[in-house]
């Protein structure tokens, strides 16, 4: 379906410098901008010009800029789908030549290493140094620390885990740790890899082993924030007072850092960016895993499966984040509250999965789910031939939720960030 454009005399024309500029900057530079993830720059008048007739199909299609979530369903406070009126006015901006408009201003590029509402980083936790990739054409795990000592007690208002190598890093599932008296991170190896083609497993005992920290009483490093990065994922942030506090010494440990084949060394150098609030929290991010009970089922060559996560939930909570996970052979995903009370809380909706583009959805406001509600969600698997992102053509069995990251099983995944709930918290904006 075509979308109509508004009707404009010839003087009233759109142009870039005044009209679709500066939301053509903010929808599509953040990717398409040198050391972005996509494969060509949009940073100018003459990139977006040159390009206008490939811009005006990718909009009409809803393809770019890159959103999955269902919008009718649910929207969120960090969205970047387009709405219905700035479709119109950039397939207008085409239809018409795709003017500069000289006489006008033009707008300026965002600095995207800095948002402009929180300024440039106060930490940035980065790999020591770069980490190289060998080119076998082989998935690659590794689990790597960062160690970190502070002047002083931070706090947390927003994160962002930047990937140094953007066509390589697959995902990566993280915690920060505080450490005892008597561990020195820096003097513990920085890495260790995973074996070849699959992830062991993450082992708390294996990893403050070998990264020696248990502290001189014997006591494991204690965790105080967890969380992870996948394709598209962008950055964190939160209202006041919530966030969590960093301790003065500790680690960060990337548990399961997963790099894509690649036929030539690479190399990536990662890093965690973090902006400090100004006092204390006064209330710490809560992070929950939820995952249906099919250890070890079988998603059959040539058939689409479906499974299912019920979750019954103890105590009020407050959600800030939801992000649902499966892989490549996922089609849909859709998560629901039922309370108590009868009601239906729309959570997230996914109507066509997208491996490339997840997101850790952010609520407008802080979204009230009661004590005892039920958290209903429904996973769709598509393992056949006409799957374009089945990783087995021709396809071919696949195991799920084995208890590994590895993408040659499929997994289901539904994580909460939130809050313990309080009276009132149904009006504090995410912004």
Sequence with gaps: MFLLLPVYGAAQSPNFNRDVGALLY???????RHGGGAPFELASYQQFAKRKQFIAEVVQRGYMPPWTADTHYRSFANQTALTDTEKQLILTWVARGAKQGRRFPAPKLPNFEAPTDLGPPDLVLQMPEPYHIPGNGRHHYIAYKIPFDLPGDAYVKAIEFVPGNKALVHHAS??????????????????????ADSVDGIDDDRDFHIFQLYDSLGRPPFSVFHNGYLPGATIQQYPPGIGFALPRKGVLLIRSLHYSPTPLPRSDQSSLRLWLADRPVERTIEFAAFKPRIAGDTIPAGETRTYYINIKTKGDMSLLHINPHMHQLGKSFVAWALTPAGDTIPLVKIPQWDFNWQEFYRYERLLHIPSGSVIHAEAVYDNTATNLANPNQPPKPMLIETGSMDDATEMMRLVFLYVPYKAGDELIQTD
């Design 174 to 195: 993280y915690q920060l740790f505080g450490t005892g008296p008597g561990v020195n991170a820096n003097n513990s190896p920085n890495f260790y890899v995973f074996s």
């Design 26 to 32: 903010q929808k599509c530079s953040s990717c398409h």
